[in-house]
Each structure stands twice: as structure tokens, then as C-alpha cells.
């Protein structure tokens, strides 16, 4: 079982900045990617960003050049860090992992983390 701990929610003024951190841990053999989602009222949870072991990154077409994820494979961290924040960002935000079922399996298993508030209002 993998567990993930989440913090940087907050309360931000448009325009403003939040920097969110996720650390993941208990029984990791090695770990395929980690990312972040979030959900507003009312809607499906949403991929925001995303990174694999290897760097590679792909991001939502709302938060691109605003939004940076960024990992250490060392410390089974990732982050996001959050710039220009609009209204539309409010939602919770989640931290996401991907991790082989066993070793050596082709199924992925994923796990979240309890989620985050994040809102950004005046």
C-alpha cells in the first residue's frame, strides 16, 4: 500500500501564488509517474499536471504557463507550483501516483491523496 500526504492549501488573491506538495511512501518499489487533479463543485475530477519518472511532463490546457510540476524521484515528492492563479482554479486538488501492482506487473495501481483546498477569491 502506498500513502500519500498533501499540503499548500489554501486561500490566494487572484493573480497570486500557492505552491502544493505531495510525499508519497510505504511499500514503493518503484514509481511510474505522480501528478495532480482537482475538482470544482459540481464537476469531474480533472487532470491538471503530470510527471513521470524520466521528467516528462504534460499539463491541461487551462493551466499551461502557469502551472510547473516538478518531482524528486529520491524523495517520492512532487509539486505543483501554482502562478497567475484565476477564480477558476478554486477547486480541491488531489496528488496522484502510479505505481506497478507487484513487480514485474503490467497492471498499474494508483492511489490518492486526501485532497486539498485550494481557493483563490478576492
Known amino acids: 500500500q502506498v500513502q500519500l500526504v498533501e499540503s499548500g492549501g489554501g486561500l490566494v488573491q487572484p493573480g497570486g501564488s500557492l505552491r502544493l506538495s505531495c510525499a508519497a511512501s510505504?511499500?514503493?518499489?518503484?514509481?511510474?509517474?505522480m501528478g495532480w487533479y482537482r475538482q470544482a463543485p459540481g464537476k469531474e475530477r480533472e487532470l491538471v499536471a503530470d510527471?513521470?519518472?524520466?521528467?516528462?511532463?504534460i499539463y491541461a490546457d487551462s493551466v499551461k504557463g502557469r502551472f510547473t510540476i516538478s518531482r524528486d524521484n529520491a524523495k517520492n515528492t512532487v509539486s505543483l507550483q501554482m502562478n497567475s492563479l484565476k477564480s477558476e482554479d478554486t477547486a480541491v486538488y488531489y496528488c496522484?501516483?502510479?505505481?506497478?501492482?507487484?513487480?514485474?506487473?503490467?497492471?498499474?495501481?494508483?492511489?490518492w491523496g486526501q485532497g486539498t483546498q485550494v481557493t483563490v477569491s478576492s
Open positions: 496522484n501516483t502510479r505505481v506497478p501492482r507487484s513487480i514485474g506487473s503490467m497492471i498499474t495501481s494508483y492511489y
Open positions: 510505504g511499500s514503493i518499489s518503484s514509481i511510474k509517474g
Open positions: 510527471i513521470t519518472s524520466g521528467g516528462t511532463t
